[in-house]
């Protein structure tokens, strides 16, 4: 309840979704919420699903990383958020272990849009600006996120960014 009070606070608009668990592939998501906003008029696409604690990272990271490097890269507001991926009860490409999409504890994001109609997609080649944008973005995240995977890491990740909060060792971070 901690969390959805936290979410409130930051005006994050959400939905109360039922449970979720398949017992034989080990998929499981308690508590999920379904975003509507991130918080202050940036919304984000449907059927964002996820647990309460990453969709108060991403809400964080929107206002406290992005929408500041939108202001400062292009002079405008960020509007939104087009999610590629949240709870999706699968294991990792090219591996047994369970994603952590399967946990409600992942977000890919494949692109941005500007309050001036402008798009910002997350590709291996942008325009100049927009790769300074999101380079900015991309290495801001490592931290608030334990793993942080875009283009150039493989070839699963070449047209969004994946973010999650997977423990790890030493509470490091994994970022490509």
């Known amino acids: 309840m901690a969390c959805r009070?936290?979410?409130?606070?930051?005006?994050?608009?959400?939905?109360?979704?039922?449970a979720e668990h398949d017992a034989e592939?080990?998929?499981?998501?308690?508590?999920?919420?379904?975003?509507k906003t991130l918080g202050k008029s940036i919304s984000i696409g449907s059927g964002t699903e996820l647990n309460c604690r990453m969709a108060e990272a991403a809400a964080r990271f929107?206002?406290?990383v992005v929408r500041p490097a939108v202001r400062a890269?292009?002079?405008t507001d960020l509007k939104s958020i087009t999610q590629a991926?949240?709870?999706?009860?699968?294991?990792?490409?090219?591996g047994g272990k369970l994603s952590e999409h399967?946990?409600?504890?992942?977000?890919?994001?494949a692109s941005f849009t500007l309050s001036d109609g402008r798009t910002i997609d997350i590709?291996?080649?942008?325009?100049?600006?927009?790769e300074k944008f999101l380079n900015t973005v991309r290495k801001a995240a490592c931290g608030p996120f334990k793993t942080v995977l875009g283009p150039g890491a493989d070839p699963d990740h070449a047209l969004h960014f994946h973010?999650?909060?997977?423990?790890?060792r030493n509470g490091g971070t994994f970022c490509q």
Do not use: Q
């Open 5 to 18: 009070e936290r979410l409130k606070a930051l005006g994050v608009e959400f939905e109360e979704h039922k």
């Open 25 to 35: 592939i080990g998929c499981s998501i308690p508590y999920p919420i379904v975003l």
């Open 62 to 64: 929107a206002a406290d």
């Open 73 to 75: 890269e292009f002079g």
């Open 85 to 94: 991926s949240a709870y999706v009860c699968r294991p990792r490409h090219g």
């Open 102 to 109: 399967a946990f409600g504890n992942a977000l890919d994001i």
């Open 123 to 130: 590709g291996p080649a942008p325009p100049e600006k927009d």
């Open 163 to 168: 973010f999650d909060l997977e423990p790890r």
